[in-house]
């Protein structure tokens, strides 16, 4: 399984883009890169999912390099309500979670 | 459209105790995946479920088990509890193997606290 390195923790103000990135070296060919957002004492959600280059939703984009080691998590102009865990998935089928990184936005 | 139902929200035992948790999967997805969520870390993958098989085990001992029902509801077992059992329970369902997306969709979680 591949392994997922993410920072711990980020701090933002309102407004701003925020970038989390995600390495996963290890990543196999069949593997996809998925990311969720989690609020205290509810499940996590799906936030985007991609294979390579770029993917655009209407609340994040996820860009992944060439040689998908690594992938980052675009969130645009956050709000104080994007305050929470996100976690980065590496996987097929097989859905495990790291730490995740804690966004803090402040006002 | 309902989404990942589980049962009970919240709960209370004590150490030696066994607790069964209940997981509806949304209409139409097949396969069923169980994690543990200790208080400040990420969710840990117990089992996953498809087609009332075992497709994947975490790290977690035997006193942990889980099955699947023909309807492709789920339960989860742990049986002589300890201290450390305590946490939120999530249960999460998927599309049918073969049709990967990636996305699981989770329910709002069991709490148990063991006393």
């Known amino acids: 399984l591949a392994k997922t390195t993410q920072p711990i923790s980020m701090d933002s103000y309102e407004g701003q883009e925020v970038n989390i990135t995600c390495s996963h070296n290890?990543?196999?060919?069949?593997?996809?890169i998925t990311w969720y957002q989690q609020f205290p004492s509810q499940g996590p959600r799906f936030i985007i999912q991609g294979y390579k280059t770029k993917v655009t939703n209407e609340v994040a984009s996820l860009f992944i390099p060439a040689d998908r080691k690594s992938s980052t998590l675009s969130l645009p102009r956050v709000s104080l309500s994007d305050t929470a865990v996100y976690y980065c998935?590496?996987?097929?089928?097989?859905?495990?979670f790291g730490a995740g990184t804690r966004l803090t936005v402040k006002p | 459209d309902a989404g990942v139902t589980q049962s009970p929200t919240h709960l209370i035992k004590t150490r030696g105790q066994q607790v069964t948790l209940r997981c509806s999967p949304i209409s139409g997805h097949k396969s069923v995946s169980w994690y543990q969520q200790v208080l400040g870390q990420g969710p840990q993958f117990i089992f996953q479920y498809y087609e009332k098989e075992e497709r994947g085990r975490g790290n977690f001992p035997d006193r942990f088990s889980a099955r699947q029902f023909p309807n492709y509801s789920s339960e989860l077992n742990v049986n002589a509890l300890l201290l450390g059992d305590s946490a939120l329970y999530l249960c999460?369902?998927?599309?049918?193997?073969?049709?990967?997306?990636?996305?699981?969709?989770f329910g709002e979680g069991s709490r148990l606290t063991v006393l």
């Open positions: 998935l590496v996987g097929d089928n097989d859905m495990r």
């Open positions: 290890n990543i196999a060919t069949n593997d996809y």
């Open positions: 999460a369902s998927s599309l049918p193997s073969g049709v990967y997306t990636g996305e699981l969709f």
